[in-house]
T-cell receptor
Framework: AQSVAQPEDQVNVAEGNPLTVKCTYS??????LFWYVQYPNRGLQFLLK??????LVKGSYGFEAEFNKSQTSFHLKKPSALVSDSALYFC????????????FGRGTSLIVHP | EPEVTQTPSHQVTQMGQEVILRCVPI?????FYWYRQILGQKVEFLVS????????KSEIFDDQFSVERPDGSNFTLKIRSTKLEDSAMYFC???????????FGQGTRLTVV
């Protein structure tokens, strides 16, 4: 079975400060991990993924995420937040065993204050 | 950039009525999906479609739901007799394969009254 948790409903950060959006997962085999972003009235947009290789993954819009196998985490980070980063962020995981359908978290609302 | 398009963006329907949500996936993609998100809750998988048949479905996707790819470009989700609890945002998505990521449409907000 696969599951994903985003422990924070909302994250507030000041513009220019670093941001972290947390995600933890549970899988039976090895994880494929994804981050998506949803802006108002838009669909989910892919940000980045981890399949294998380097634990630090770089994605769109300056975002990166670090895969930590021992902590079963895949936190999304950005060194310097922009007001335009304010959106809903979804973490997703799928197990490399079994179904190819990813399971999504409930989303974290990121609010960047000017 | 190619995109998945969904129509309508918002639909209001009376309980018990049938609704059809429409999607145009990206043209060279082979896998198609429907997800839904009830307000404030997580994005839930409904069904995936490959090679003109359902490849996976969740327990949510019961006999009230059906999917179709009627003409090689559109991908539809039909709910035969809507219930209040079907009110949600419905997302269509498509992907080239199964190891990468999916492209999502902007969603259809379904309100059942």
């Amino acid at each position: 079975a696969q599951s994903v948790a985003q422990p924070e409903d909302q994250v507030n950060v000041a513009e220019g400060n670093p941001l972290t959006v947390k995600c933890t997962y549970s899988v039976s085999g090895n994880p494929y991990l994804f981050w998506y972003v949803q802006y108002p009235n838009r669909g989910l947009q892919f940000l980045l993924k981890y399949i294998t290789g380097d634990n630090l993954v770089k994605g769109s819009y300056g975002f990166e995420a670090e895969f930590n196998k021992s902590q079963t985490s895949f936190h999304l980070k950005k060194p310097s937040a922009l007001v335009s980063d304010s959106a809903l962020y979804f973490c997703a995981v799928r197990d490399n065993l079994g179904s190819y359908i990813p399971t999504f978290g409930r989303g974290t609302s990121l609010i960047v204050h000017p | 950039e190619p995109e998945v398009t969904q129509t309508p963006s918002h639909q209001v329907t009376q309980m018990g009525q049938e609704v059809i949500l429409r999607c145009v996936p990206i043209s060279n993609h082979l896998y198609f999906y429907w997800y839904r998100q009830i307000l404030g809750q997580k994005v839930e998988f409904l069904v995936s479609f490959y090679n003109n048949e359902i490849s996976e479905k969740s327990e949510i996707f019961d006999d009230q739901f059906s999917v179709e790819r009627p003409d090689g470009s559109n991908f539809t989700l039909k709910i035969r007799s809507t219930k209040l609890e079907d009110s949600a945002m419905y997302f269509c998505a498509s992907s080239e394969g199964t190891t990468g990521y999916a492209f999502f449409g902007q969603g259809t907000r379904l309100t059942v009254v």
